[in-house]
């Protein structure tokens, strides 16, 4: 009881902190540099597979582009000068290059930053909007010329991301402006017209710890000014706009295949204070291209009584059958949307076709929840469902021809599998796009392409498989070499002769090339540079070691450029583990290695590699397995222990760590294993605790995978929280934050009540708030100023630590 009480009263009297407003730190230039340098260009593949649009982009956003008006609106956050995302777009320039030949063009772009760029289905255009100080702009590219153009059209709508969407015909935009004549935002009142007031009733209402929630009755009004928005059709030859229905809050418009309806799901009041917007209530139409209503589905209540781990009631995943004119397909709960609730089937698949009256076909039930459908152009599809308690997936072969019939053929197995299980993955099936710009099987006759990961004991070997679909017979087409990281991209023709793969090595930057299948033709698209040569000669392998209980673990050391043990005359190095535990049902899953040692060393954002330009080694992602299923966390400590110890164990082993210096570190649930760590063993010198939890009493309805309340397994709560523990913590930590976390359950008190917990136990700890930044950190002031905290913190308390002295601390 002692340590509930504890838990609970986390906001006891401290002395004074020492603490101060600084500026911001810089590392050593060699880092500087190499977060400084531009990524590589992502690539986009046109849907006729003729081009690549290469997207240059820069490597960060500045503290003062952060520091742009923000308003965090039920679970978004908004620029509220522009209307758009707060969080700045990265895209610089927009480069063609053609699959025949590898041609380039550059597209001419205006100064400033792209965002939402996006082919028009036809392959023939790229749309893509320009956020400007105070209005976003949609323009338009010619894919023959590389010309791009202002389409003068009013601002757009972007609060609830990409404001337009390609219609069917390639001719037309469907975008979401702001309503002609809006005025100012609501003003903040000068005087409070009264208190806030929430009330419940006895219907539990188990929610998620969630950020940006609505707070007030001025909330609410600001959710509906910026939110509120115009649909408008868009003549992208012409410019022409054509109102579609009147302003609304707009959760979803889709346009059907056949391009003369739409879906539309409207958010309505009330709203709530508890929960974000996705749970708000939610109307469902059908509107032909006037914005008349040709169809009713439904109306959504305000979902805030939605089980733990359950479902909304009513039509979820509703989406256009592709290929078809005018059909929706959705998913429907038939256990009130309770997992708890025993029934023979949680889920049924229906279906809907114009004039959308009457009541739906039922296509398929499931015995456990809808996990998602993909479509070939015939309406056949595959159907999948997951089994949580099991981490289960089974997927069928579903012909829909004959739905509706009397003797419908029934839904043929095709894999039955432990979701956990990376060795047996069967791959992702591919796709293509239509003439109306859906996503569908690629085929070629009965049979279909998958592209894994292909985890093995060597590592990941991604793989291309074909799968007949009448036969269920699979057949390996090509596998990446034991050296190189090369998976699919796309399939260049429908027969697979010839796919599109991105190739990398540990020396080798990722690039692009033509696959040609039958003969192991390779041709170069790309010739991208090492963005971050400062990195040459740094030395990667696979690590495998076991844990006590017999478990298989894995993690990939990184030795740094020079680092040579000829006949063992190396000294041993400081290591930094930085790890994130992982919660199994399996425990043959839980030993698979995950690991790919042959891609390349790209670095962004405040990464634990870079301790790699100050003389450290580093132990990346050694497996921290939490064996139980849902009961893992009854034993979450000693696990989390025991892969530990047996990781440190494997780096010493091996003649490179120095027992005397390591260190740990984590981001997130990374975070709280760090804190973990160091309260229960005294393996690590120091830690590096970024963006965690530490008192799950904050989170009392269930984090991670635990989905047991506070008031059913308090004391797994408390044994899995480092804040009931700090008394313990007896080596120095380093605390990072950002002020403006938006993640589920981490809280920026979570830092600084545990901060304040260590430094009233008189323990050795540091805390950094960061002004402005998110759960992950992206401003360029930002990242290099915890990149400068973290070589400080290790280099004093793990590379240049004294030896310990038995049965003393380092703390």
Known sequence: MRRLALALCIAWSVGSPAAAQTTYRTPPQVVIDILDAPPPPAVSVSPDRQWLLLLEQRSMPTIAELARPMLRLAGSRIDARNNGPHQPSLITGLVLERVADGTQRRIATPAGHIAFPSWSPDGRRIAFTIPGDSAIVLWMADVTTAQARRLAVPPLNAADGPPCQWMPDSARLLCLFLPDGRGAPPPAPEVPAGPTVQQTSGRPAPAPTYEDLLANARDEALFDYYFTAQLALVDVATGARTPVGAPAVFDRVDAAPGGEFLLIVKTLRPYSYLVPADRFPKQLEVWNLKGEVAGALAALPLAENVPLRGVRTGPRAVAWQPATPATLVWTEALDGGDPRTKVPHQDRVVRLAAPFAGDPVELARLEKRYAGMVWDDQGLALLSQYDREHRWTRTWILNTRTAGTPSPPAPQLLWDRSAEDRYGDPGTPLTRSTAAGDRVLAKSGDWIYLSGAGASPLGELPFLDRLNLQTKRTERLWRADTVHYEAVVALLDDAGR???????????????????????????????????????????????????????????????????????????????????????????????????????????????????????????????????????????????????????????????????????????????????????????????????????????????????????????????????????????????????????GTFPIQSERLYAALKGLGKTARLVMLPLEAHGYTGRESVLHVMAEMFEWFDKYVKNARPRQAGVSSN
């Open 498 to 744: 010839d796919v599109l793969t991105r190739r990398e090595s540990r020396t080798e930057p990722p690039n692009y090339f033509v696959r040609g299948l039958a003969g192991g033709r390779l041709r170069a698209l790309t010739e991208f540079k090492d963005p971050t040569p400062q990195l040459t000669g740094v030395q990667k392998r696979l690590v495998t070691y076991t844990r006590e209980d017999g478990i298989p673990l894995s993690g990939t050391l990184y030795l740094p450029p020079g680092y040579a043990r000829a006949g063992g005359g190396s000294s041993r190095l400081p290591v930094v583990m930085w790890a994130y535990p992982t919660e199994f049902v399996s425990a043959a899953a839980a030993g698979q290695v995950t690991a790919a040692p042959n891609r390349f060393n790209l670095v962004r954002g405040p990464s634990q590699l870079l301790f790699l330009t100050q003389g450290y080694a580093v132990l990346d992602d050694p497996k921290m397995p939490i064996l139980g299923g849902d009961t893992a966390n009854n034993h979450y400590v000693e696990q989390l222990v025991m892969s530990a110890r047996a990781a440190v164990k494997a780096v010493v082993d091996l003649g490179v760590a120095d027992p005397e210096r390591i260190g740990v570190g984590g981001h997130s649930y990374g975070a709280f294993m760090t804190a973990n760590l160091l309260a229960h063993t005294d393996l690590f010198r120091a830690g590096v605790a970024r963006s965690g939890a530490y008192n799950r009493s904050l989170t009392p309805f269930g984090f991670q995978n635990e989905e047991r309340t506070f008031w059913e397994a308090p004391e797994v709560y408390l044994r899995m929280s480092p804040f009931v523990h700090a008394d313990s913590i007896s080596e120095p930590i380093l605390l990072i934050h950002g002020e403006a976390d938006n993640n589920q």
